[in-house]
C-alpha cells in the first residue's frame, strides 16, 4: 500500500506542479468556477484539506502563528510545508504573518458546498428523454473497451503482447489518441509503425487513474500547443470529474472548444456519446472517480451490484504472489496477460486464471526494457488479490528483494566521461595540476605514484586553462632569459 | 459439542467443526475426542450447483455465529467485586517447548493479557501473583487493584528462570493467606496456571483442600501438560473448574472465560456497603507535583477525596490511605454484568413487516431488491431475522450478535 | 490497521438531535443550524470520495436513519449542487422535517414529547450497530467516528445504556464527538467523548460563536488528521458519582458490593437490589460507618419507592428486577 | 610532456574488472588499468562492452529449472 501511495502523491503533485506553474490571473478564472475549486480541494493531502476547511468560513486571517500552534510540536514543520504548498498553488496567501484564503477560491469553493455560484457549473442535465440503453454497467464495460483498447494498441505493438496474446482486438485508433500518444513519448514511430517506448511500458504499470492523469496531463500539452485556452480546457476538466456517473448531460452550453474536447476525450472512453445524437454526452466512472484517492477499492466497496463493474478489470485485485516467486492471476483479460508477460514467465493459462512465475530472466526482459524493479512492485502491489492486501508487507519481502537485486546486478559498471593525464614531465607539474584539480573538485581517481590523474570533462576544460597560461608564464619568462 | 458459554472467543477466521472449549476435551458424544474419529472440516463442504462452495461456507460460518449466540442470560447476582490470586508455576517443567516459543512464556503473555482484560471487566476488584519454584512460593504482588503493578510483575525478566518442581500446597497457602485480609462481601479465588504434572509438598494436601473450601475460595486451574487427578479434585471440589488447553488459542481462551464475574452461589456470605471515593480530575497545574504511586512529578492526576493524595490512574486503592478510587464509568462498566441483555428469538422473515434491521438499519438479505442507495452497504447476512421480546424491533444476525457480545443494551430497548 | 494511514477512508455517524422542543428554547432555531450541519457534511464528503456519511435523526420518541435510507432521493435535477452532496442533503432535511412532522399531529403528546429529551443512546446504540456492520462487510476498515449534535439534557434513564454504548465504542476505537449546541453541559456526554478520545464543544450562540465554524474545526479532522492536530482543551471533566437515594454529588460514597448502587448514608438494605448489608462499612479506614439508627430504617423504604417513580439511574436498575 | 586522453573512467568490482580484461584481450578498448576496481576506457565501446559483460554475466548465472507449476 505504501508503494502504491507512492505512486498516488507522484501523479497528484505532477497535476498539482501544473497548477502551481499556472500565472496568477489563470489561477483566477481557474478558480471562478466552484467545480474547479472542488476537484483542486481534492487533490490536496489531508491535512491541506482542514487547513482549508478550518479557515473557509473565517473572513478574517489567522495569525501562521496560531495555526502551527493548533498542530502538535513535532509536526509543525510538516504543517508549515502544507502551507507553504497552498501558497504555490495560490489557493491561500499569506502576508503580515497572517494566512487567509484566496477570496476568490474562497467564495466558490462555498459555493461548491452550499450550492451557488455560476449557473451550471457541475453540467447542465440533458432534459430529454433519457437513453434506456445507457447504464452505469454498460458505461463502465464501454470505458474499458476504449481504454483497454488503447493499452493494447500500446501493447500489442510490443515484441512480447502480439506473440502470447493473439486475441488482441486490433481497434483502430482515433489520430487524436495516436497523437497524445506520440507527444507524451509513450509509443514513437510513424502512422505505420508506432512501437512503445520505455516509459510506454513504465505507463502500462500504472494504475488506471495515473494513467488518465498522464493523459489528461498530456492533452492539456496538446491544447497549448494548438494554442487552446488552457484555462478553459482545465475548468472543463475539472467539470467532467465533477459530474454524475451514468446521466446525460447536455452540450448545449459548451463552446466549441469544449465540445472539440469532448470529442477527444471520447476517443479515450473518458466520455461517451453516441455519434447520431451530439446533443448530450456521458461521463464514465475513468474521469468521474479521478479525484477519489487512487486506492481502487473494487472489493472494498459496498458490494452493490453495478460497483464491482465500475472498476477497471485492472483495478480489481487479482494477483496472488507467492513467496516461492509463483504468480497465480486471476484474469481471463487479453491485456492483463500481456501486461504480466512483460516481466514474469506463463506457465499454463486456464479459463480465469493464469500462473506463471517471476525469474530471474523474466524480470531482466522487463529491466531491459528499462522497466525498473520499483514499477514491477507497485504494479503487483496494486493489483494484489484482496486477501493479500489485508497483509502486511502485501507482497512477500523475499520476492521484492529478489527482483531489486537482479537490478542491481544489472549496473555493475558505473562510467563516467572524463579525461585521463599521465606521463608528465616533472613531479612538481602533476603537484601542482593535482592540487590544483583538487581545489575545484574534479578528480575521479589519482595515484601520486604513478603520477596518474582522471577528471571530470568539465574539469578538464579549467585544467587546461590553467596549464595553457601557465606555460604562457614559462614562455615570457624564457624570452626574458635570453 | 462443548457447551455454548464455554465457546473461543476468537474462532472467526477457520471453520472449526469439532469446536472445544475450554476446557472442551470431552467431544460431542461424551467421550475424549481423541477417542472419536477425526473429523475434516472440508468435509462438511459441498459444491452447490454453480460448483461454488462460497454458499455452503457461508451456511457454515452462519451456523457457527447462530451456535454462539445462545447464552444463558438468567439475572444472577454476580460477584462484582473479586479478589483473585493468580498462581504461576516457575518450575521446569515450563521450560517445555510445546506452547512457542515455551510454556512460561506464552503463559506469561497470556496472563498479561488476562491481567489487562481483567480489570477492565472487573474495575472494583483486587489481584495478586504468587509464583511457585523449587518446592517454595513467593508472593509477587500482593493484591492491589492497580494493573501498572501486575503488568508490571509479569514483565519480570526474573520469572524467565525456572527451577526445581512447584509446590501447590505451599501456593494455595500463601494465597489463601493473602486473602484472608480480603473483605467477606468480595468473592475469594485463586487460579493456577501450571505446568507440572508433580507437586512437591510439605504436608497433606488434603488439609489444605478443606480450609479452602472452609474459606470459600475457588480454585480454578490451566495446566499446560494434562489432566491431574489431585488438581482436577482441588477445581472440582472448591467450585471452579480445570482447564487443559490444547494451544495457545487454546490457554487464552481458558483464562478469559475466567475473566467475566463468577455467578454468586446463593450460600454464599454476607454483602456489604463498599466505602469508595470518587477522585475528581485534577486540573493541568502550572507546577508539576509528586504523583503518590509513582513518585514522579506529574501534572494531571486525580486527587484521592479523603487525604488529597494525588494518583496517576484509576482505578486503583489511594496509596495514603487506602481507600478505593474508582470513577463512575468504572461502576458502569459492571452494570452490563448485572442485566445482561436477553436473547433475542429467531422468527421467520415472514413474520415481520420490517424492511430493513433496526439495529444497523440495512435492507434483508433480497436479492431482487435493488440497493436504496449507492451507500448502504450489503444486505443483511443470511435471511434470518432475530427479535427484541422487550421492544419487538427485529434485528440481523450480525446485529444481534454485537449488541450481546459488545455493547450489551438493545438499541430498541435503550 | 494499528495506525490510521492517509489514505484510509472514514465513516462518520451524525446523530442530530431534532427535538422540536429543545430547540424551540434555543436561540438558534432548529432549520438554521440544519442549513449549517448540512454544509458540514458536504464538506466532509468533499474530503474524500470513499468516505462514508450516516446520519441518524432522534427525537424524545423515535430515532431513525435519514441517510442512508430506503426511501430514495428524488431526482429533481439541481444543477448548482455537486450529485453527491445532494443525495445526503435531500435525504437528510426530507427526513428531519417527517421527524418534526411526526411529533407534530397530537399536540399533547407533542408537549409531553417536548419536555423529554432525545433518545442519544439509542441513537448511539444503532449507529455503533451500524459501524460494526460496515466494518464486518469491508475489506479495509474504515476508522468510524460518531458526531452528536445535541441539545437536549441528559436523562438519567438513559445512563446505562449510554455508558454501555460509550465503553463498546471504546472497544471498537470509535471516537464521540459531542457538540453540544445549548443548555447547560451534558456530564454523560463529556464522560463520551472523554473516555472514547473524542471532542466535546460547547457552542455559545449568544456569545457569537459560529456552530459551522466549530464543526470544521474540531469535528471534521479525520483519525489521521488528529494525530498531526492538538485536540481542543477539554476542560476538567466530573467523574464523581450521584448517589442513587438522593442524587447528591459524592466524592466519597457507600458501595452496594452486589448491584454497585451508590449511596451517600449507610443503608442495611440495598435499595436497588434489596440485598440485606451486614452492619459494618467495609473500606479501609471507615470507622465512621457504625450500625445505621432508626431514621436511616425508617426513610429507607420510602427511598425505595421514591427511586421507583423518578427517573433515575436506581429506578432504571431496580426497573430491570434485579433477581 | 604530459598527455591527456580522452574517454570513459569506469568504477567496477574485481570481478567485472577480470571481465573487461579477458573481453579487452579479444579487442582492445581499455586505455589504461588503473587499479583493481577502476578503469579507463575508449567511449565508444561502452555500449559494446556493457552488453558483453551482461551477457557474459547472464550466461554465467545458474538456476535451478523453473518447472511449470
Redesign the interface.
Known amino acids: 500500500m505504501a508503494v502504491q501511495m507512492g505512486s498516488e502523491e507522484e501523479f497528484k503533485t505532477t497535476i498539482a506542479e501544473y497548477l502551481e506553474s499556472l500565472p496568477t490571473q489563470f489561477c483566477r478564472r481557474v478558480f471562478s468556477s466552484p467545480a474547479a475549486c472542488l476537484a483542486i480541494f481534492r487533490l490536496l493531502s489531508t491535512v491541506g484539506k482542514q487547513l482549508i476547511m478550518s479557515m473557509l468560513y473565517l473572513d478574517a486571517g489567522l495569525r501562521t502563528q496560531d495555526v502551527l500552534q493548533c498542530a502538535k510540536t513535532e509536526q509543525q514543520r510538516m504543517v508549515k510545508a502544507k502551507i507553504a504548498q497552498l501558497r504555490r498553488l495560490q489557493l491561500v496567501v499569506e502576508e503580515r504573518g497572517c494566512v487567509s484564503l484566496n477570496p476568490i477560491f474562497r467564495e466558490q469553493l462555498r459555493n461548491a458546498l452550499t450550492g451557488g455560484g455560476d449557473f451550471g457549473s457541475f453540467g447542465i442535465p440533458y432534459a430529454g428523454p433519457r437513453d434506456k440503453r445507457v447504464t452505469t454497467a454498460w458505461l463502465a464495460r464501454h470505458a474499458r473497451e476504449r481504454w483497454e483498447a488503447i493499452l493494447h494498441f500500446m501493447v500489442g505493438r510490443s515484441a512480447t503482447g502480439a506473440a502470447t496474446v493473439g486475441e488482441a482486438p486490433a481497434a483502430p485508433l482515433s489520430r487524436s489518441v495516436r497523437d497524445i500518444l506520440r507527444m507524451s513519448r509513450l509509443m514513437e514511430g510513424g502512422e505505420g509503425g508506432m512501437t512503445i517506448t520505455n516509459s510506454g511500458f513504465q505507463f502500462l504499470l500504472q494504475d488506471a487513474a495515473s494513467q488518465v492523469w498522464t493523459v489528461l496531463l498530456q492533452y492539456l500539452r496538446l491544447a497549448e500547443a494548438q494554442d487552446m485556452d488552457v484555462v478553459e480546457v482545465l475548468n472543463f476538466m475539472f467539470q467532467l470529474v465533477g459530474l454524475k456517473l451514468g446521466r446525460a448531460y447536455s452540450t448545449e452550453a459548451l463552446t466549441p472548444h469544449q465540445r472539440k474536447m469532448l470529442s477527444e476525450l471520447r476517443d479515450f472512453g473518458l466520455v461517451y456519446q453516441d455519434e447520431h445524437d451530439p446533443h448530450r454526452f456521458y461521463p464514465t466512472h475513468l474521469i468521474t472517480s479521478l479525484t477519489s484517492g487512487t486506492r481502487s477499492s473494487g472489493a472494498a466497496r459496498d458490494g452493490a451490484p453495478a460497483q464491482s463493474e465500475l472498476t477497471l478489470s485492472s483495478d480489481r485485485g487479482y494477483i496472488i504472489l507467492e513467496t516461492n516467486c509463483?504468480v497465480y492471476a486471476y484474469t481471463d483479460s487479453p491485456l492483463q496477460i500481456a501486461i504480466l508477460n512483460l516481466f514474469m514467465?506463463m506457465?499454463?493459462r486456464f479459463a480465469n486464471l493464469i500462473?506463471g512465475?517471476i525469474?530471474?530472466?523474466s524480470v531482466?526482459r522487463a529491466l531491459l526494457r528499462g522497466i525498473t524493479a520499483d514499477q514491477i512492485i507497485t504494479f503487483l502491489c496494486t493489483n494484489a488479490h484482496p486477501q493479500m492486501q489485508v497483509r502486511v508487507p502485501v507482497l512477500p519481502v523475499t520476492v521484492t528483494d529478489q527482483i531489486r537485486l537482479w537490478e542491481r546486478?544489472?549496473d555493475?559498471?558505473?562510467?563516467?566521461?572524463?579525461?585521463?593525464?599521465?606521463?608528465?614531465?616533472q613531479p612538481q607539474?602533476?603537484e601542482r595540476?593535482f592540487r590544483y584539480a583538487q581545489e575545484i573538485g574534479v578528480i575521479?581517481?589519482a595515484?601520486t605514484e604513478k603520477h596518474?590523474l582522471?577528471v571530470t570533462r568539465q574539469g578538464?576544460a579549467k585544467i587546461?586553462e590553467l596549464?595553457k597560461n601557465h606555460r604562457a608564464l614559462r614562455l615570457r619568462f624564457s624570452c626574458r632569459q635570453r | 459439542m462443548a457447551p455454548p458459554g464455554n465457546e473461543p472467543g476468537n474462532d472467526e477466521d477457520y471453520i472449526d467443526i469439532d469446536d472445544t472449549g475450554p476446557d472442551g476435551l470431552k467431544g460431542a458424544d461424551g467421550g475424549y475426542t481423541w477417542e472419536e474419529e477425526y473429523k475434516r472440516s472440508w468435509d462438511v463442504i459441498q459444491e452447490d450447483a454453480s460448483g461454488s462452495i462460497q454458499s455452503s461456507v457461508a451456511g457454515i460460518s452462519e451456523q457457527r455465529k447462530r451456535k454462539r449466540r445462545v447464552r444463558d442470560t438468567e439475572v444472577v447476582q454476580r460477584g462484582i467485586i473479586r479478589h483473585v490470586v493468580v498462581v504461576v508455576d516457575q518450575s521446569e517443567s515450563m521450560a517445555v517447548r510445546d506452547l512457542a516459543p515455551s510454556r512460561i512464556h506464552a503463559a506469561l503473555v497470556e496472563l498479561e493479557a488476562f491481567v489487562g482484560e481483567f480489570f477492565d471487566q472487573n474495575p472494583i476488584s483486587q489481584l495478586s501473583i504468587v509464583a511457585t519454584k523449587d518446592g517454595l512460593a513467593e508472593v509477587l504482588t500482593e493484591l492491589s487493584g492497580n494493573p501498572m503493578d501486575h503488568v508490571g510483575a509479569l514483565r519480570d525478566k526474573a520469572n524467565k528462570d525456572l527451577a526445581g518442581e512447584p509446590s501447590l500446597q505451599n501456593a494455595l497457602e500463601l494465597a489463601m493467606h493473602g486473602l484472608r485480609r480480603a473483605p467477606s462481601h468480595g468473592l475469594r479465588e485463586i487460579i493456577c496456571v501450571v505446568g507440572s504434572l508433580t507437586t512437591c509438598d510439605p504436608g497433606d494436601i488434603g488439609q489444605t483442600l478443606q480450609a479452602l473450601r472452609h474459606a470459600e475460595v475457588r480454585v480454578s486451574m490451566v495446566h499446560l501438560a494434562a489432566e491431574v487427578h489431585v488438581f482436577r479434585q482441588i477445581c472440582s471440589e472448591t467450585g471452579g473448574q480445570l482447564a487443559v488447553p490444547l494451544d495457545a488459542d487454546g490457554l487464552r481462551d481458558a483464562l478469559m472465560a475466567m475473566v467475566p464475574p463468577p455467578a454468586l452461589s446463593a450460600s454464599r456470605g454476607t454483602s456489604d456497603m463498599v466505602l469508595m471515593g470518587f477522585p475528581v480530575k485534577s486540573v493541568a497545574a502550572a507546577v508539576p507535583t509528586p504523583c503518590a504511586c509513582h513518585h514522579e512529578l506529574t501534572f494531571a492526576g486525580h486527587v484521592c477525596p479523603r487525604c488529597r493524595a494525588k494518583v496517576c490512574s484509576l482505578p486503583t486503592d489511594c496509596d495514603v490511605c487506602g481507600l478505593p478510587l474508582v470513577s463512575a464509568p468504572h461502576l458502569a462498566r459492571s452494570y452490563r454484568h448485572l442485566f445482561p441483555e436477553e436473547n433475542f428469538v429467531e422468527i421467520p422473515p415472514a413474520a415481520t413487516a420490517a424492511r430493513a434491521c433496526y439495529g444497523c438499519g440495512m435492507d434483508w438479505a433480497d436479492p431482487q431488491k435493488p440497493q436504496p442507495a449507492r451507500d448502504a452497504p450489503k444486505p443483511a447476512a443470511g435471511g434470518s431475522r432475530y427479535q427484541c421480546p422487550a421492544c419487538r424491533h427485529v434485528f440481523c444476525l450480525d446485529c444481534d450478535i454485537f449488541i450481546h457480545e459488545t455493547l450489551h443494551n438493545c438499541p430498541g430497548c435503550a | 490497521m494499528a495506525e490510521p494511514l492517509e489514505s484510509d477512508s472514514s465513516l462518520l455517524v451524525v446523530v442530530l438531535d431534532a427535538n422540536v422542543g429543545a430547540w424551540a428554547r434555543s436561540p438558534l432555531a432548529l432549520d438554521k443550524a440544519l442549513q449549517q450541519v448540512v454544509i458540514f457534511l458536504n464538506a466532509y464528503l468533499a474530503l474524500n470520495t470513499e468516505n462514508r456519511l450516516v446520519v441518524l435523526g432522534a427525537t424524545a420518541r423515535e430515532c431513525r436513519f435519514l441517510h442512508p435510507s430506503s426511501s430514495r432521493a428524488p431526482e429533481a435535477a439541481d444543477i448548482q449542487v455537486y450529485e453527491q452532496f445532494r443525495a445526503a442533503d435531500v435525504r437528510v432535511l426530507a427526513g428531519v422535517a417527517a421527524l418534526v412532522d411526526g411529533a407534530g399531529p397530537d399536540q399533547a403528546q407533542a408537549q409531553a414529547q417536548a419536555q423529554a429529551p432525545s433518545l442519544i443512546s439509542r441513537a448511539l446504540s444503532m449507529a455503533l450497530c451500524h459501524i460494526s456492520r460496515v466494518n464486518a462487510l469491508l475489506t479495509n476498515k474504515a476508522w468510524a467516528r460518531v458526531l452528536v449534535v445535541s441539545a437536549g439534557a441528559d436523562s438519567a434513564r438513559e445512563y446505562i445504556s449510554l455508558m454501555n454504548s460509550i465503553f463498546a465504542a471504546q472497544k471498537a476505537s470509535v471516537l464521540i464527538d459531542v457538540c453540544k449546541v445549548l443548555g447547560a453541559d451534558s456530564v454523560f456526554l463529556q464522560q463520551a467523548a472523554d473516555i472514547t478520545g473524542g471532542n466535546y464543544v460547547r457552542v455559545d450562540v449568544d456569545a457569537g460563536e459560529s456552530l459551522l465554524q466549530t464543526l470544521m474545526f474540531t469535528c471534521l479532522p479525520d483519525h489521521y488528521t488528529r494525530g498531526i492536530l492538538n485536540a481542543p482543551y477539554n476542560q476538567l471533566i466530573d467523574f464523581r458519582a450521584t448517589c442513587f437515594c438522593h442524587k447528591r454529588v459524592v466524592d466519597i460514597g457507600y458501595v452496594c458490593s452486589v448491584c454497585l448502587s451508590i449511596f451517600c448514608r449507610t443503608a442495611p438494605v440495598c435499595s436497588t437490589c434489596h440485598t440485606k448489608f451486614s452492619f459494618r462499612i467495609v473500606g479501609p479506614g471507615a470507622r465512621d460507618g457504625s450500625s445505621p439508627n432508626g431514621t436511616q430504617n425508617t426513610n429507607n423504604p420510602q427511598n425505595g419507592s421514591q427511586s421507583s417513580t423518578t427517573g433515575t439511574p436506581s429506578a432504571a436498575m431496580s426497573s430491570l428486577n434485579l433477581g | 610532456?604530459?598527455?591527456?586522453?580522452?574517454?570513459?573512467?569506469?568504477?567496477?568490482?574485481p570481478?567485472?574488472r577480470e571481465v573487461l580484461l579477458r573481453l579487452n584481450s579479444e579487442e582492445k578498448f581499455i586505455?589504461?588499468d588503473?587499479?583493481s576496481t577502476?578503469l579507463?576506457i575508449n567511449?565508444t565501446h561502452?555500449e559494446r562492452?556493457?552488453r558483453a559483460?551482461?551477457e557474459l554475466?547472464?550466461a554465467n548465472?545458474y538456476?535451478a529449472s523453473?518447472l511449470?507449476?
Not at chain 1, 555493475?412 to 614531465?425: C, E, G, I, S, V
Open positions: 509463483r514467465d506457465a499454463s500462473t512465475m525469474t530471474r530472466t531482466r546486478e544489472r555493475r559498471l558505473r562510467p563516467t566521461n572524463a579525461h585521463f593525464y599521465k606521463d608528465f614531465a607539474e602533476f595540476m575521479l581517481w595515484n596518474q582522471v578538464h587546461v596549464v | 610532456m604530459v598527455k591527456a586522453v580522452k574517454g570513459t573512467f569506469i568504477e567496477c568490482d570481478a567485472a586505455i589504461e588503473l587499479d577502476h579507463f567511449s561502452l562492452v556493457q559483460l551482461d554475466m547472464d548465472t538456476k523453473n511449470p507449476s
